[in-house]
């Protein structure tokens, strides 16, 4: 489980902008901030961002959709009706879209502009998490988290990353608001545009995927869903290829051509029976890496409800199976509960 050689460059080069800086152990694998410190902190605010990077992560996650202005702003989804008070404002803007083909009833970051969103404030969309933080925090702006990663870089003296995701590339680029663009000028205007810039681009399709490689030198992830699924991009153009097609060792080998990596939902690499017992390890891991790319799997929590009765209630042991699979890192909710889960398995 080295460190890949694009990211350690990425890390030397940024370490020689900020005195001081540390570098992860070369064998580390590295943590990513799911939505920041979700399991703590009302997802995808600049506080999220912030408790994950001082419990260990080291790259934040925000992921990206577009205001009517065309500004890049941090939400898991365009409704944003679960994890805002958009309601109570601006009751009279409910809107029925078709989003990837699904009928979606709610509020969307594309009917407003980035001064109204600017009004909300963050709430926490499950229930069973702490609600004491609802109200306190606004929707951040993809420059803010940039600008945010690298003051924390500074203050921590560790090089702390950004992992953006753009959402829904196909539906927003069918309104006139692509993703893209915006998001590679935010990069370059942050001098975060180069091959060994600590950043990482993922998507759950792969057009916007390969157009992003003709337009930036960084790093590209090839996300993964349930394996009868289907990019929406596929669906669009008629491709009929799942995602477990895409795991098949032979579209990895050509997926090599524009990602470096792949960002699988978890179950692909360990899957579960019907039972929810876990089935042995697949091949995906060590296919990917047969191909060249990094395997960043996706997401880790500690709650019970989301852990297999084999770990014994432990989130931990189910990080150290992973790190025992060689993923190059992982997404997690507890940043703290994966630092230190990297750790025993790194003195093991």
């Known amino acids: 489980m080295r460190i890949p050689s694009a990211l350690l460059a990425a890390l030397i080069l940024f370490a020689s902008f900020t005195e001081d800086i540390a570098l992860p152990a070369a064998k580390s694998p590295i943590i990513i901030g799911h939505r920041g410190a979700c399991g703590y902190r009302p997802e995808h605010t600049l506080a999220s961002y912030e408790l994950a990077v001082e419990l260990g992560a080291d790259f934040i996650e925000p992921d990206l959709v577009s205001t009517s202005d065309g500004v890049l702003v941090a939400r898991h989804e365009n409704e944003i009706s679960g994890t805002t ?5 601006f009751p009279e803007r409910k809107a029925m879209k078709t989003i990837d083909g699904q009928p979606v009833e709610g509020w969307f970051t594309e009917d407003f502009t980035l001064a109204e969103l600017k009004t909300l404030r963050a709430r926490e969309r499950l229930e069973f998490r702490d609600q004491s933080f609802n109200g306190k925090f606004e929707i951040p702006t993809f420059r803010e988290i940039i600008a945010l990663a690298k003051r924390k870089s500074a203050e921590t003296g560790r090089v702390i990353g950004i992992y953006p995701e753009t959402k829904h590339p196909t539906y927003f680029r069918s309104i006139g608001l692509n993703l893209e663009e915006p998001l590679v000028r935010e990069l370059k205007d942050a001098g975060w545009d180069k091959a060994d810039s600590p950043v990482f681009i993922q998507s759950f399709e792969v057009a916007n995927l390969k157009d992003l490689k003709k337009m930036i030198d960084v790093p590209l992830i090839q996300l993964f869903e349930e394996p009868d ?3 929406y991009d596929f669906v669009v153009s008629g491709d009929p290829r799942t995602y477990a097609d895409l795991c098949k060792p032979s579209e990895l080998k050509g997926m090599a051509a524009y990602a470096a990596g792949i960002g699988p939902w978890k179950r692909l690499i360990v899957g579960e029976t019907p039972d929810k017992s876990l089935k042995a390890p697949s091949t995906l891991v060590r296919d990917a890496h047969a ?3 990094l395997v960043h799997p996706y997401t880790f929590r500690n709650e019970a409800r989301f852990l ?3 770990y014994g209630g432990d989130p931990r042991a189910e990080y150290i199976q992973f790190f ?4 190059d890192g992982l997404f997690s909710d507890f940043s703290d509960t ?3 889960s990297r ?3 790194l003195k093991r």
């Open 85 to 89: 008070d958009v309601a109570v404002k």
């Open 229 to 231: 699924m289907r990019p």
């Open 291 to 293: 191909a060249g790319l």
């Open 308 to 310: 297999a009765a084999e």
């Open 324 to 327: 025992e699979l060689g993923v």
């Open 338 to 340: 994966s630092f230190a």
């Open 343 to 345: 750790e025993k398995f």
